[in-house]
């Protein structure tokens, strides 16, 4: 039999369209280089003010507007290379770029430490004083306030700034990381029944094979995709185990009681609200998610539910597909609910290049939003003509939608919200998709094929991302006891989690066992259980614009608006949801099990 192979392109093949627009940041490398060397030649303006902030409120004053104008330059030049990077992280230009900028930062971390050590020597209540009383504080408010309520875990400015010092070297972890799965790891070519060689890529496999109909094509690239993963897994446990055991001394350092609660307290999130997002949802989903598993292995014919299969399609023969274009058109429709004002921003993301949707070699997987100070905000991910695809693109457009908004009502401190809460207006986006297409046909497989694109984005977010926050409080529990985390107890406490999860009702082999290192949010605190909370919230925002309409949608928007002025719980209570307990919680988990019986009953 003829065997056809498929070629990636590089990155220089694919046509601009498809790519993001990055003049929006720097019209060119040059004017980059310029702006790096810029803000080394403005880093001396800021550090004048060194031992002299005690002066006056005047004085404190102008070196907060001078530290956060160099702070939005270098976010914009930060930014660009990152996302040069992601575009491509085997071009050797854009890998010395980001070490340019990795250098930068830690020079500007360490020249500028001196900032937050003098403020917190500021008399007891005198910064407080100022942020109530004088409005020219009021956009340094949120800094200054977290400021203080980090004084008691602060060590002295001499050590604060040798540890700002280290900058680079603290996120070597995350960059290893990155090199090694961008750039480092050739994945073979894998063989499906027709006798065609496919080539496999993390890009490819995540975004496209996993979700094949076909199970040889799902199992066989699994098995290659795992197999490179076999031959790295002792130097990405290493480098785990470095991003952890850092993690665990700097909370040692600090006087935290563990090192979950230094990474909490930067999210203004009590363990409780923690704890619980990862308990009830293992033990309350997990019956749910078994049951939609069997049903899967059953309506597909297989002997045995592998875990390669999780995200086969249910129907095989109703998986519709759409152009970008088309997919583009529906997800404006569905957003309409939002008002004018959301709807704008997100035409303008769809029709003016925010959007990098080619596939090409070294390109980073996954899908991510990055929403630069003073310029629009940039989204990646792969497309692959699939609705599937169009829950994504839906997914970051509510991540630019948020930063847009903040970004232009909020000065650059006070933007960014907790992670504990930045997945809501994303998932949220989800909801309204699946809303309008639930509402827009009578089609009893359409119906169907809607309720698995939402278990989709369940699964992502109450299952993937939970069951890695699950195995990473393991790991953290681990490192603190000075237990070695080596690939084969990594490895082993992720089987353990993902048994624990699925029972008998899936075989989780040693390949399933790998999965720790498919994420990069293992290197970015206790990031990957925030995506649950973020799921939870916006499930009951969605039924409350649902029930009362644009009264709910004025209340999000001013949410969105917010950016990072409120904590977390206060932001979600501005929209009537109290996160403080459980309740939220259990009625998402029962929604997923209300879709789930649906699910069952449009089969018999």
């Given at each position: ?22 003049t ?5 490398d ?11 030649n ?11 902030l ?17 702070m ?19 071009d050797p ?5 980001s ?11 360490a ?59 603290h ?20 063989t ?11 890009a ?9 109909p ?29 991003e ?11 006087g ?11 999210q ?13 949802i293992?033990t309350?989903?997990?019956?749910h ?18 875990f ?9 023969d109703?998986?519709?597909?759409t152009?970008?274009?088309?997919a ?7 957003l ?19 959007v ?15 929403s630069p100070?003073g ?12 609705m599937?695809?169009a ?10 939608g ?10 650059v401190?006070?933007?960014?919200p ?13 909801l309204?998709?699946a809303q ?19 278990l ?16 990473q ?7 603190e ?15 353990a ?10 075989v ?28 939870t ?7 409350k614009?649902?029930?009362?309409g ?32 459980p ?12 879709l ?9």
């Open positions: 039999m003829e065997q056809t192979i498929s070629k990636r392109l590089h990155r220089s093949e694919v046509p601009e369209k498809l790519t993001w627009d990055l929006a940041l720097f019209p060119s040059e004017s980059w280089h310029k702006a790096v060397t810029a803000i080394e403005t880093l001396p303006e800021v550090t004048a003010y060194k031992d002299k005690h002066e006056s409120s005047d004085t404190l004053l102008e070196c907060l507007l001078a530290y956060e104008n160099l939005i330059s270098f976010i914009q030049a930060a930014t660009y290379a990152s996302l040069k990077q992601s575009g491509d992280g085997t230009e854009n890998q010395a770029n070490s340019v900028i990795a250098s930068l930062q830690a020079k500007v971390s020249n500028l430490s001196f900032i937050e050590s003098e403020i917190l020597q500021y008399p007891e209540g005198k910064v407080e004083e100022l942020v109530k009383n004088d409005p020219r504080f009021l956009p340094f408010a949120r800094f200054l306030t977290d400021l203080l309520q980090s004084k008691k875990h602060r060590l002295s400015p001499e050590t604060e700034e040798a540890l700002a010092s280290l900058g680079e070297v996120g070597a972890p995350y960059r290893i990381y990155n090199a090694a799965k961008l750039a480092d790891m050739p994945f073979e070519n894998f499906d029944d027709d006798g065609n060689v496919l080539p496999n890529s993390f490819l496999y995540e975004d496209k094979y996993e979700f094949s076909k199970a040889d094509v799902r199992r066989n690239a699994f098995k290659a995709f795992s197999s490179t993963l076999h031959h790295y897994k002792n130097t990405f446990a290493a480098v785990y185990s470095a952890v055991k850092k993690q665990v001394a700097l909370s040692t350092l600090r935290y009681e563990s090192v979950t609660q230094m990474l909490l307290d930067s203004d999130v009590t363990e409780e609200m923690y704890h619980n997002q990862l308990d009830i293992q309350e989903l997990a019956p998610m078994r049951k939609f598993a069997s049903l899967k292995k059953k309506i597909l014919g297989l002997e045995e539910m592998h390669a299969d999780l995200k086969a399609p249910l129907d095989p109703f998986n519709p597909n152009s970008y274009e088309e583009c058109e529906t997800i404006l429709e569905s309409k609910v939002m008002g004018p004002e959301y709807s704008e921003i997100m035409k303008k993301g769809l029709t003016e290049r925010w990098d949707l080619s596939d090409n070699i070294g390109k980073s997987t996954g899908a991510f939003c990055s100070y310029a629009h905000p940039y989204i990646l991910m792969t497309w692959t003509d699939t599937r695809g829950f994504v693109l839906a997914h970051e457009l509510g991540h630019a948020h930063f847009y908004l903040a970004n232009k009502e909020q000065r401190m006070s933007t960014r907790s992670t504990y809460f930045v997945e809501a207006p994303s998932t949220l986006n989800e309204l998709l309008h297409l639930m509402s827009n046909t009578t089609d009893v497989k359409m119906k169907r094929w809607v309720i698995l694109q939402l989709g984005t369940y699964y992502h977010n109450f299952v993937t991302h939970l069951l890695e926050g699950a195995f409080r393991k790991i953290y529990d681990l490192a006891k000075g237990i070695p985390l080596t690939a084969a107890k990594l490895c082993a406490e992720k089987k989690v993902l048994t624990s999860f699925w029972g008998d009702d899936v989780i082999d040693d390949d399933a066992a790998l999965t720790w290192m498919r994420q990069p949010h293992y290197y970015m605190g206790l990031y990957p259980y925030t995506y649950s909370a973020g799921l919230a916006s499930t009951a925002m969605a039924i614009i649902r029930d009362n644009s009264e709910a949608v004025e209340s999000w928007l001013n949410v969105l608006k917010a950016g990072g002025t409120k904590k977390p719980l206060d932001l979600l209570q501005m929209a009537g949801i109290d996160m403080s307990q309740e939220p919680i259990k009625s998402a988990v029962h929604y997923v099990g209300s789930i019986k649906e699910l069952e009953e449009s089969f018999q």
